[in-house]
């Protein structure tokens, strides 16, 4: 009788180096074109990833910046970018921390990495004495909302377009 062997992923957070940005960008275009699929806007240029990358790797010395990453079996399969931001000077609440993206490809969800980054966020946050935590889902994004709102978020603004001739 033949024995089944599983073999038992290993699930690394951590923070982004220089040479992940290449892959986080890659990530990233696929995160947006996921986006696109609920409204065009989120549709990105061709050839991208090269800028993004860099754009990526100016933020990374950035104490107001943490760019975390999922490391499966030696490939990155999700990130999360998240930074501290500020109100402008006439609202009370100076400081907000900001989820910019979480992603977490297709073939690896529902395993708790988006969970695991989110935690890493918030911790960030926390160090950074930072008390509101935002971010932005697409509408129509509905299982995505689900997500964030099982982990306490909810909606504060309704975020509106109009496109023109």
């Known amino acids: 009788m033949s024995k089944k062997v599983e073999i038992v992923k290993e699930a690394v957070l951590r923070v982004a180096l220089p040479e992940d940005v290449v892959s986080i ?6 995160f947006m074109k996921y986006n696109a699929q609920f409204d065009d806007s989120f549709t990105v240029k061709p050839k991208i990833v090269g800028p993004f ?5 100016q933020r990374l010395d950035d104490p107001n910046y943490r760019l975390a990453v999922i490391e499966l079996d030696g490939d990155l399969v999700g990130y999360c970018l998240s930074y501290i931001s500020k109100k402008p000077y006439f609202f009370k609440l100076g400081k ?4 910019g993206d979480l992603y977490v490809a297709e073939k690896s969800r529902r395993l708790g990495f988006g969970r695991m980054m989110v935690k890493d966020a918030l911790d960030f946050f926390k160090r950074k004495k930072v008390k509101q935590i935002e971010l932005l889902v697409a509408n129509d994004n509905i299982s995505t909302i689900k997500f964030w709102e099982k982990l306490g978020f909810k909606t504060l603004l309704q975020w509106m377009y109009r496109r023109q001739d």
């Not at 960008?25 to 696929?30: E, R």
């Not at 990358?53 to 790797?57: K, V």
């Open 96 to 99: 907000f921390g900001f989820i």
């Open 25 to 30: 960008s890659k990530l990233w275009q696929k």
């Open 53 to 57: 990358a860099r754009e990526l790797q």
